[in-house]
């Protein structure tokens, strides 16, 4: 693991918890906004490129909004 692949997690993680933080936002669209910058940085790491950063935000934001809306619906009693 070198250093570029250590920043971009602590990125990732940061702008997790910053979006985390916006008590407006619905479990799915802070779900959309973490799985993206979660999968963007994983995407990077792993295909490296702009196209494995796309592709893996692409990916991590549609994962991330299916979990939080599944929260959401749990919390509303299970639609």
Do not use: P, Y
Not at 26 to 32: L, M, N, R, V
Not at 49 to 69: F, P, S
């Amino acid at each position: 693991m070198n250093i570029s692949t250590l920043r971009n997690g602590a990125l990732a993680v940061v702008a997790g918890l910053t979006f985390a933080g916006c008590s407006t936002w619905s479990g799915a669209e802070k779900g959309t906004a973490i799985g993206a910058g979660a999968g963007a940085a994983v995407g990077h790491a792993v295909g490296g490129g702009v196209l494995g950063t796309v592709g893996g935000a692409a990916v991590g934001g549609v994962i991330g909004h299916e979990v939080g809306q599944n929260q959401d619906e749990k919390k509303q009693g299970g639609k």
